[in-house]
C-alpha cells in the first residue's frame, strides 16, 4: 500500500506565496514522476507542474515563472513552491506519482489534496 499525503495549503493574499509538500510512503521500490495538478470548483482537474526522478520539469504556461516544483528522493517528497499567488489560483491541489511498488510493477497514485485560497 501506497500513500501521498499534502500538507502546506492555506489562505494567503494575493502576490502571498505557499509551499506545498507530498510525502509518499509504504511499499516503494522507486517513483519515477511525481507532480501537482489542480481542481477548481466547478473545473476540471488540470496539470500543473511534474518533475522526473532525474530533475526534469514541465510547467503549465498559466504558473510558468511563479511556481517551482522540486524533489527530494530520499525523502520521497516532492514539493511546489508558489510565488506571486492570485485568485486564479485558487484550487485543491493534489499530487501525484507514479510508483513503482514492486520490480517492473507500478502504478499511478492520488494524494487527497491540500486547498489553496487566495484572497484579492
Known amino acids: 500500500q501506497v500513500q501521498l499525503v499534502e500538507s502546506g495549503g492555506g489562505l494567503v493574499q494575493a502576490g502571498g506565496s505557499l509551499r506545498l509538500s507530498c510525502a509518499a510512503s509504504?511499499?516503494?521500490?522507486?517513483?519515477?514522476?511525481m507532480g501537482w495538478y489542480r481542481q477548481a470548483p466547478g473545473k476540471q482537474r488540470e496539470l500543473v507542474a511534474t518533475?522526473?526522478?532525474?530533475?526534469?520539469?514541465n510547467y503549465a504556461d498559466s504558473v510558468k515563472g511563479r511556481f517551482t516544483i522540486s524533489r527530494d528522493n530520499a525523502k520521497k517528497t516532492v514539493y511546489l513552491q508558489m510565488n506571486s499567488l492570485t485568485p486564479e489560483d485558487t484550487a485543491r491541489y493534489y499530487c501525484?506519482?507514479?510508483?513503482?511498488?514492486?520490480?517492473?510493477?507500478?502504478?499511478?497514485?492520488w494524494g487527497q489534496g491540500t486547498q489553496v485560497t487566495v484572497s484579492s
Open positions: 501525484n506519482a507514479d510508483v513503482f511498488f514492486q520490480y517492473f510493477r507500478n502504478r499511478e497514485y
Open positions: 509504504g511499499s516503494i521500490v522507486s517513483i519515477r514522476n
Open positions: 518533475i522526473t526522478n532525474g530533475g526534469a520539469t
